[in-house]
């Protein structure tokens, strides 16, 4: 299951986690990623939270946690190849996994559909 917000990142339960990223709109957008920074594994997050600096060739963008929870996994792939941001967005480029008390938070994210209807 897929959840957008409406800052164009994407979040994906996997099993008791939810890996979160952004959607290949945001990277389009950004252009091509040159540096990833990414938070501490083991480190609380509240919702607004700055937890990852992207850098492009285009601007420097902070990506804010979407839920308040646990960062639990970081994609070190990240460190050495950004661009896999740009590459695969919803897939190899993700950026961290987080562990939530409350796994029905996500229910208030947009599906697929509304955030298409919203970049449209």
Do not use: C
């Not at 967005?89 to 562990?99: N, R, S």
């Amino acid at each position: 299951m897929m959840k957008y917000t409406e800052d164009h990142e994407w979040l994906r339960v996997e099993g008791d986690l939810v890996v979160v990223g952004i959607t290949e709109h945001a990277a389009t957008q950004l252009g091509d990623v040159v540096f990833v920074e990414l938070p501490e594994r083991e480190t609380m997050v509240a919702t607004g939270d700055e937890v990852v600096v992207i850098e492009s060739v285009k601007a420097a963008s902070d990506i804010l946690a979407p839920v308040d929870g646990e960062i639990v996994e970081v994609n070190d792939a990240l460190s050495d190849k950004p661009g896999l941001v740009n590459d695969d967005p919803t897939g190899a480029g993700w950026f961290f996994k987080m562990q939530l008390d409350d796994m029905s938070v996500l229910d208030a994210f947009m599906s697929e559909d509304e955030y298409n209807d919203l970049v449209g």
